[in-house]
Nanobody
C-alpha cells in the first residue's frame, strides 16, 4: 500500500524551530532519494531539500544553513529539522521520493505557520 504520512507541523514564532517527520511506505522509501517539498498559498509546490539513499543532501538556497534533512532507513522515515524559521517558510510541507511529479501520489502534508 502506498502511504505518506507527514507530521510535526504547527504554529511557531519567527526564529523558532520545528521538526517534521514523514513515514513512508516501503514501496516509496526503499532505495529512493526522498525529498521535502512545500506549497505556500497561491504558489506552486517547490522542492525544499532531498536526501539520497546513501545520505547525500541538497537544499534550496532559501533554506540552506537553516534546515537539515535526514532519514532512518530502518524506519522508512525522513525528517526535516527546521531552525531559524521565517514567515516566508509558511506553507504546507510534503514529503515524497525525489524527484516527484504532480501526477504521483502525495500525502496530506503538514501545515507550518511562522508568525512574525
Amino acid at each position: 500500500q502506498v502511504q505518506l504520512v507527514e507530521s510535526g507541523g504547527g504554529l511557531v514564532q519567527a526564529g523558532g524551530s520545528l521538526r517534521l517527520s514523514c513515514a513512508a511506505s516501503r514501496s516509496i522509501f526503499s532505495g529512493n532519494a526522498m525529498g521535502w517539498y512545500r506549497q505556500a498559498p497561491g504558489k506552486q509546490r517547490e522542492l525544499v531539500a532531498y536526501i539520497s539513499n546513501t545520505g547525500s543532501t541538497y537544499y534550496a538556497e532559501s533554506v540552506k544553513d537553516r534546515f537539515t534533512i535526514s532519514r532512518d532507513n530502518a524506519k522508512n522515515t525522513v525528517y526535516l529539522q527546521m531552525n531559524s524559521l521565517k514567515p516566508e517558510d509558511t506553507a504546507v510541507y510534503y514529503c515524497n521520493w525525489y524527484p516527484a511529479l504532480p501526477r504521483h501520489y502525495w500525502g496530506q502534508g503538514t501545515q507550518v505557520t511562522v508568525s512574525s
